[in-house]
């Protein structure tokens, strides 16, 4: 008998949003227009519509994006049950907000929950942005030890460790700009200023946690069916009360994805499936571990032809 196939789910973080994402699935598979309709029976608006027309300013906007992206990417996962005999994932993870989306693949919460907390988390960071004004910027081609050297000069913090020689960085304006001025002056080959409305995964973010403790604790968790690979601890998360912390340390600490996926890797995954729009983690688990298998579950077409094989 052929060996299994160990596979995991990772899914996408804020970022990956483009307009027109889930038009086609929830054309063609009635699984994927459940997920879409029933987000947005949760939110009490259309957020289907402005996935699939936009406008894209109004898509990108923190508070919508986020349950734009879960809605998206879980219906590429309900689309995948419908279709093919998706094998099942002995982990699942997701690059920041993309826990959301790992929640319900992992049975904590159901989609209605999920989709709803996202939309939460997104205007609590959005209006933590606005309490003190701040960004995010991709650093490429320096390292975590210097990158931590120059944070602690600048007031700036290591925002997400997403691959080697990419590393996210984040803080109050004037820190983050002090910051992206002397990663370039020490040999960073590009520094790229992010699209976001506050510097996440900072302790600027506060105000963010103390809003989401008050709306997760009026919620019912389940434990994982299947471990969840935790941002900020790159460990299993197998308890609801685990799963609850990690939704608000992500909040004010670093997202460890390179490790996280190491520690994947490390126990025997040999393939990847990256489930929601665009192919932004695959990029960077080519850049952790070459000798994964990465596949991508995005649109109609993809679900379509998926094979493990």
């Known amino acids: 008998m052929a060996e299994l196939v160990k596979l995991a789910y990772v899914f996408p973080g804020q970022g990956s949003q483009w307009v027109g994402m889930g038009r086609d699935l929830y054309r063609d598979f009635e699984a994927a227009k459940t997920v879409f309709d029933q987000a947005d029976e949760a939110l009490g608006f259309a957020i289907s519509r402005l996935c699939f027309d936009g406008p894209e300013d109004e898509l990108r906007q923190t508070i919508n994006a986020q349950p734009a992206i879960v809605a998206t990417s879980f219906a590429c996962l309900e689309a995948s049950r419908e279709r093919v005999n998706l094998p099942p994932a002995s982990f699942v993870a997701g690059h920041s907000l993309g826990e959301y989306t790992a929640l319900v693949a ?142 608000l340390n992500q909040l004010c600490n670093c997202v460890q994805w390179q490790r996280s996926v190491e520690y994947m890797a490390g126990d025997g995954m040999s393939a990847f499936i990256e489930i929601g729009p665009g192919k932004v983690l695959a990029g960077l688990i080519k850049r952790i571990d070459r000798g994964v298998k990465i596949l991508n579950i995005g649109d109609a077409e993809s679900v379509r032809n998926f094979s493990v094989d």
């Open 106 to 247: 992992a049975g904590v919460l159901d989609f209605a929950n999920s989709v709803y907390l996202a939309r939460e988390r997104g205007r609590l960071m959005h209006e933590s942005g606005q309490i003190t004004p701040g960004g995010m910027a991709a650093i490429i081609g320096l390292e975590e030890e210097p990158l931590s050297e120059l944070c602690a000069e600048t007031g700036a913090r290591i925002a997400n460790i997403n691959c080697p020689g990419q590393i996210v960085i984040s803080g109050a304006e004037a820190n983050l700009n002090q910051a992206m001025e002397l990663a370039k002056s020490r040999g960073a080959h590009r520094v790229i200023p992010l699209q976001v409305s506050g510097a996440f995964h900072t302790p600027l973010m506060q105000p963010a946690v103390d809003g989401m403790a008050k709306i997760i604790a009026k919620l019912e968790f389940n434990d994982p069916t299947t471990p969840i690979i935790g941002n900020t601890t790159a460990q299993p998360l197998t308890t609801a009360q685990s799963v609850k912390e990690e939704l």
